[in-house]
């Protein structure tokens, strides 16, 4: 595939758009050039060889693999995604391409960021995987914005034992958080939703879902229009039992949520890593 025509254009215009913000105040371009620029914010070793056999149905003969899931940026446009665009590099320097790639589980509407590699990435004990590269077209879906390209662009890994963290929190707008996806749906009364994007699937220590303590223990802060601000525990989770990376906080008010926390040590990964401590912004 070969996108480098339209994507210099995209660039040009990007470029154009950073200029323009740069004259009408510094502190915007920084936030633009940011939320511009794609790249992949997590690559997490999730399990060594040891996949369940239902990834089976994900990738043929995935049972006893690797699994690590590439949270990027911006989501992305499926048909831009193949296993070849991705490249393992492992502390050795020996480089893997995935046997497959999928946005399973975490593929409702807009949730297509979290992208799973599956294959042979190297053991944890033994010469473990240490960075991402994307070497080909990876080509975000904004129809509202210049499309971006991921090629070129590359992430550490977050090694085996270490915990799961938030690494994305977003508004959700009405017309997608209302639609029933493969999780749970919130409440009706429902009036703001930012959906909560792990590094990885989390669930309770003992592989339960989580339930009313773990709501409580996410924190939301709302600012409101005169700056005043307040934190929230969500009136509901949902988005849950459809084993992917992804949470919905369901708020019964309309004051603007712009950051989430979580505590550590109550959440694991497929692994059975406690989560680390996470607090993040909430992107619009
Ligand atoms: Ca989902
Ligand atoms: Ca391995
Ligand atoms: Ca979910």
Partial sequence: MNFMKKNSLCVAAALFGL???SVVVAEGTKQLAAEQSARPLSAFFGLDNNLPFGANVLCLGAWGEDGMPVVLSHTVNPDS???????????????????????????????NRTVLLIGEFGNADDDPPVKVLIVDDVLSDATDSPQLNFRGTQVSVIPLDAGPEIILAAAVPKDIWSLSGRGTSCPTATKQVVRVTWTGGVRLPNRDELGEAQRKLYKVSLTAADGSRSEVSPAALAELGDADNNHFLCLDTTTPATAVAFPA??????NGDLNADSKVMVRR
């Fill in 19 to 21: 200029a323009h913000a």
């Fill in 81 to 111: 995604l193949q296993a070849e665009d991705f490249r393992v590099v492992r502390l050795s320097g020996a480089t893997n391409t995935p046997m497959c790639v999928t946005l399973r589980p975490a593929s409702d509407v807009d949730e």
């Fill in 265 to 270: 040590g109550h959440l694991v990964d497929p």
